[in-house]
Structures are given as structure tokens and as C-alpha cells.
């Protein structure tokens, strides 16, 4: 599934409807489409994307203005010695 975030699609209310549906026929708890839903709320328009991204990524490609926006994937720092 492709979604450009420039368009009617890149609106937040439809991209956590998205999470929504997608979260059911996944097979997602109601709670755990909650938390997605709610972490996508917290913050601005960024976070949003970025929560979207990290939870369907996989499964839905999104571009702004024709680009595809990439998943950044961040390697965990090594836990600091005692």
C-alpha cells in the first residue's frame, strides 16, 4: 500500500483510521491499536509519521511529493559500563 502524505491520505485523522483498520486485520489488540494511536498523538505532525512508520512500515509505503520516506533505523547505543 502506498500513501502520498502531500495528498488526502496524509492527513492525520486518516492515517490513524489507517492504524485502525490495519491494527484489526493484523490482528492487533484493541489496546495495542490504542497505544499506537495515542503515541501518534503525543507529539506534532513528525512524530505521527514517524509512529506510523515504525509500526507499519513494513506493510505501507509513504512519499511525500513522489519521494518514499525511508524508515531511519537508529542502532542502540551500547549500555555504559558500571
Do not use: W
Not at 483510521?17 to 505532525?45: A, H, P
Not at 515504525?54 to 513522489?66: E, H, S, T
Amino acid at each position: 500500500m502506498n500513501i502520498e502524505l502531500s495528498g488526502p491520505q496524509g492527513n492525520a485523522f486518516y492515517l490513524m483510521g489507517l492504524v485502525d483498520n490495519l491494527g484489526q486485520q493484523l490482528g492487533l489488540t484493541q489496546e495495542n491499536i490504542n497505544t499506537i494511536v495515542n503515541e501518534m498523538r503525543s507529539s506534532d505532525y513528525d512524530n505521527l509519521v514517524k509512529t506510523f512508520i515504525k509500526n507499519f512500515g513494513m506493510i505501507v509505503q509513504l512519499y511525500q511529493n513522489g519521494k518514499r520516506l525511508i524508515p531511519i533505523i537508529r542502532k542502540r547505543s551500547p549500555p555504559s559500563p558500571l
